[in-house]
């Protein structure tokens, strides 16, 4: 039998009631570990988007409250929780194939525990395969509720039989779930939340719910901790960042919010995403230049560059006002580095259509682009239009547009060679510990000599060569 507890939240049952199941989940967790001489571990793997990042951090943030460890491999993991995205479908096949391989792994580790969350989880159509095919998975929640992991976890425990909790829509932003940063000199702070844009081949509305906006007050306290436990650098995030605090009482605008930001003491840079073309403001751009921690970094889709396409896609602008708007932009901040999604196989699109968008990419020049393969998703628009592109054709023009976007960045990268960026130390190399990467304040990763006692902090780089993706330098 599976335990529905659809919902049954009203808005006053906040994050405070979870307190009470993390209370009793860290009993049943200090018994075991009284009983097995060992600490219960959890493994939380993500895919998709930043948000979708930002979300296992408060996962996590839980779960390690609770006084689970992170487990560094998911075979031996006691919990494991997949945090899943649906904007393309092969994010969802990954998804599945990997719950089959977890299957084996929990016939050996019997005390392991499955959850599946985030945006798969709000298609009734994947509710319906995991109640039929995957029954072995423990807990399913959905992008409204992830807060109440310590209930739906204390329920599966006391009862041991699936708990599927998914919610149509979200009763009100919860605030104060603990979270574990990824890093801990960079961390991400949602600003809103869904999407009211309705772009026809985007399954995000549907799964991810209306926009909200968080209160500023509530995102100003949020990175003045941040900025006193040393994070340098945030990333303000929703899925459409330009539209924030249209229906807050009274109403902010992002720029509002981002010169407010840009007054806290601590945080040397803020960036954001994702914008749309159609809501960046003039008063934005203004934020933007007059900000001097705002990053001269924008990530702004265009998706296609025939108008036709971008009217079927629903996107409300033209290839010439996407065009008029990267001049304004660059006419005001003259060094700023641009970063674009693009789409190629769009229902009914023509290789007309298609040099428009090569079009787009070769008048802009962007120093990143993420370029995707049209993905039908049920339930949206252009699911059910006419002249769906055959595979053939759309990969010869992936291929087409991937060279254009390479030769580009290659173009861009080129014009840094014998400059020095600040650079953000980020990581180590995974093959060599004396080598690290970081970000430029414009987003250029460079990779360069160096160790771990340099993370988190800020240094001076003389690039010294562009292997496209990245740059090369030397500290001085
Ligand atoms: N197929 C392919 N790409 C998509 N995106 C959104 N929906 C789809 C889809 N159905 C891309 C868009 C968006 C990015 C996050 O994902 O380019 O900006
Ligand atoms: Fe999807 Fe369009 Fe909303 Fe972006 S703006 S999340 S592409 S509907």
């Known amino acids: 039998m599976n335990i529905d507890k659809i919902n049954t939240e009203t808005e006053a049952n906040k994050f405070s009631k979870q307190t009470e199941y993390m209370e009793k989940i860290k009993r049943y967790l200090s018994d075991f570990e009284q009983d097995t001489g060992r600490k219960q571990t959890y493994f939380v793997f993500t895919t998709g988007c930043q948000m979708n990042a930002h979300d296992s951090e ?12 992170r487990s560094l491999t998911e075979e031996d993991a006691d919990f494991v929780i997949y945090n899943t995205c649906c904007i393309r479908e092969n994010a969802e096949v990954k998804i599945y194939g990997r719950l089959g391989r977890l299957k084996h792994f929990k016939k050996t580790n019997k005390n392991m525990k499955i ?3 985030g945006c798969m989880t709000q298609q009734d159509v994947v509710i319906e395969k995991l109640r039929k095919s995957y029954k072995y998975v423990d807990i399913v929640f959905g992008t409204f509720n992830l ?6 976890l204390y329920t599966n425990l006391e009862t041991n039989e699936t708990v599927f909790d998914i919610w149509k829509e979200e009763k009100g932003i919860v605030e104060n779930i603990p979270t574990i940063l990824e890093y801990p000199f960079k961390a991400s702070v949602n600003i809103s939340y869904g999407c009211d844009n309705f772009c026809s081949y985007c399954i995000v509305p549907y799964v991810r719910g209306r926009e909200r906006s968080r209160k500023k007050e509530d995102i100003l306290n949020e990175i003045k901790c941040l900025a006193a436990s040393g994070i340098k650098e945030i990333v303000l995030l929703g899925q459409n960042v330009n539209s ?21 003491d601590g945080i040397e840079r803020i960036r954001f995403m994702t914008s749309h073309p159609k809501d960046l403001s003039d008063e934005l ?39 008029e708007l990267i001049n304004k932009i660059r006419s005001q901040i003259p060094d700023i580095l641009l970063s674009t999604d693009i789409m190629v196989g769009f229902p009914g699109e023509t290789e007309d259509d298609f040099l428009d968008t090569l079009d787009v990419v ?50 861009i990268h080129s014009g840094f060679v014998g400059k020095t960026l600040n650079i953000l130390v980020e990581d180590v190399s995974k093959q060599d510990e004396n080598i690290v990467s970081g970000r430029s304040e414009n987003n250029c990763l460079v990779h360069f000599p160096g160790n771990k006692d340099i993370i988190g902090q800020t240094v001076p780089v003389k690039i010294t060569g562009n292997k496209t993706f990245y740059l090369i330098g030397e500290r001085i």
């Open 147 to 152: 807060y109440k992991l310590p209930e739906l």
């Open 362 to 411: 070769n008048t802009v020049g962007f120093s990143t682009a993420f370029t995707f393969i049209y993905s039908k998703r049920t339930g949206t628009p252009a699911a059910v239009m006419d002249n769906q592109i055959d595979e053939k054709t759309v990969k010869d023009r992936f291929n087409r547009l991937v060279d254009a976007v390479n030769k580009k960045i290659y173009e």
């Open 285 to 323: 751009i203004l934020a933007m230049k007059e900000c001097s921690k705002v990053c001269n970094y924008l990530h702004l889709p265009f998706q296609a560059g025939s108008n036709a396409i971008l009217e079927k896609m629903n996107r409300k602008y033209t290839k010439e006002k996407y065009l």
């Open 58 to 69: 408060k996962i996590a943030g839980m779960l390690e409250e609770m006084g689970f460890l």
């Open 115 to 117: 959850a599946l969350c």
């Open 244 to 264: 924030y605090g249209k229906n807050l009482n009274p109403p902010v605008s992002f720029a509002q919010l981002l010169r407010e930001i840009n007054e806290l």
